[in-house]
């Protein structure tokens, strides 16, 4: 049986961050930008994702948090040596932005464990930084 640490290191996320686009609503910019997530199971065992945590900074320090069921709408089962993708999006008033988190999951063992989402960075592709 893996222990807790030994799962959270075998389980690795990795995020593909875009720019959509730039439209204005109610007179105020907003920035549009989407991500692709793969999550690889890198264990023996079969783990499922329950819950997302995500912090979002915009780039004047505005901090948003976002926690929640799942990933759009599922709790994926990852079974080893797999791995599960979606895409997502988020909206900033600002044309660059961060985000990071965690996602918290279980082992088919009831062994639960959060697994780390490395900070990234979204930009408009016009912005050089």
């Known amino acids: 049986m ?3 640490t030994q799962l959270s290191e075998q389980v ?6 875009y720019f959509i686009e730039q439209r204005l609503l109610d007179n105020q ?3 549009i930008f989407g991500y692709h ?3 690889k199971n890198n264990s023996s065992q079969s783990v499922q994702l329950l819950r997302r945590h995500w912090v979002i900074t915009d780039s004047n320090g505005q901090q948003s948090e976002v926690e929640g069921v799942g990933v759009v709408g599922l709790q994926p089962i990852i079974k080893p040596n797999s791995e ?5 999006g988020s909206t900033f008033k600002t044309p660059v932005g961060t985000m990071h988190g965690q996602y918290t999951m279980v082992s088919n063992e009831e062994q639960r464990f959060n697994v780390t989402i490395e900070p990234f960075r979204l930009a408009d592709n016009k912005i050089i930084h």
């Open 2 to 4: 893996l222990n807790i």
């Open 12 to 17: 690795n996320v990795t995020v593909e961050p």
């Open 29 to 31: 910019e907003l920035y």
């Open 37 to 39: 997530v793969t999550i």
């Open 84 to 88: 599960f993708k979606y895409s997502s």
